[in-house]
């Protein structure tokens, strides 16, 4: 049969036979390993891009906040100041947040500017115990303040995300349409605000939560991908070698 149909071959002083189906079944193999290698090339540029351009962005001044108009995406990582007063009442909660391993909530509090324009402001973590907004009245701050943050996208579920639930009051992700309806805001903008470092009252909430870094691995997973090619062509060889009589 065909499938059992030989060739032979050399390379400089070395001779090799092999079959020439399975070296058609190494040759795809081969080919698909070094397609991985060189996706996981562009992804690394790609990731490195990223991470450049996250980088500028967090090292510049900090901005006015961009209107309701505006692009998140234009603006995302970019340090912003707000001026005007938290309406404590509309407090929501984002669940599954921990802190040097204790688990607890993210507040997320609408802050309204002067304009009657609302944004959507991460105040930090909570443990669990101090849901309560009367367990932590200290940082309920009252009257005009300003906070500076990062601003941040609205986000959307995945798959290992469970849903939402508005109802209860209960959040995995912060979905800025959703939770503005949740609020009752009339006017709001189409971003949220990871809130800096800055110490509120009484210790809570903790700001600075934001996660800015980007994994980037994909410079050992070329590595290795390459390195199975390689080690797949030397097997190769190796097993079809035919040694002199």
Known sequence: MWRNR???????????RARIFSSFLIFLALLALLGLGSWQVQRL??????IAERQERMSAPAIAPPGADADPGEFTFRHVKLSGHFLHDKEMYLAARSLNGNLGYHVVTPFAGADGTATLVDRGWIP?????PASRAA??????????????ASQRGHW???DNQPAKNFWFYVDVPAMARHAGLAKVRPYFVEAGPEANPGG?????????????NHLSYAITWYALALALVVIYLVY???KPE
């Not at 669990?128 to 309560?132: F, I, Q």
């Not at 903790?206 to 870094?213: D, L, P, V």
């Open 45 to 50: 540029q790609w990731k490195t891009a990223l």
């Open 6 to 16: 030989t060739f032979a071959f050399g390379i400089g002083g070395f001779q090799f």
């Open 128 to 132: 669990l115990d101090r849901k309560d």
């Open 204 to 216: 809570f909430p903790i700001g600075g939560q934001s996660r800015t870094e980007l994994p980037n």
């Open 160 to 162: 290992f995300l469970p």
């Open 240 to 242: 079809h070698h035919v």
């Open 139 to 152: 940082g309920e701050v009252a009257g005009t303040v300003t906070v500076e943050g990062l601003i941040r």
